[in-house]
């Protein structure tokens, strides 16, 4: 039961992650910063794919992915189609990763230690989820305050 309400919740909530990117009028709004807003939509979408793609689809899925945190918020102007295609392949694996999870997977703790603890692979899983919804809803924010949309 759990499983199959994380696989709905984590590829819900990365559509909605797409859609909003999709949503920008202006694609360069993607980038901007403004006022006391420090990361842009664009970082924050780098951001998300980046550490789904490591903690779910490296960690647990064994993908090989190597994450490069520091260039989620270095890197600008990544083009729209790029990050699309990207999340479009991170909702791919994070689908098929949590999927293939079992029951006894489940109970075990997550494979590598959280801030120096050792958690539980739910606890982590949901802790991913709010850390998604978290700059989701950042992301939606910096949308509407650039277009007023």
Sequence with gaps: MLKESLVEIFERDLLKLKEEINLYHNEN?????????SNSAGNLCLHLTGNMNHFVGAILGKTGFVRERDQ??????????QMIDELDKTIAIVVKTLKNLSEEDLK????????????SMDYML??????LNYHLGQVNY?????EGI
Excluded at 29 to 37: A, D, I, R
Excluded at 72 to 81: Q, T, Y
Aim: aromatic share 8%; no cysteine.
């Design 29 to 37: 709004n993607l980038w901007v910063l403004k006022n006391q807003v």
């Design 72 to 81: 989620e918020f270095s890197s600008k102007n990544i083009p729209r189609k």
């Design 108 to 119: 075990k703790n997550f494979p590598i230690p959280k801030h120096d603890r050792v958690v």
């Design 126 to 131: 949901l802790h991913l989820l709010t850390h």
């Design 142 to 146: 910096h949308r509407r305050l650039l």
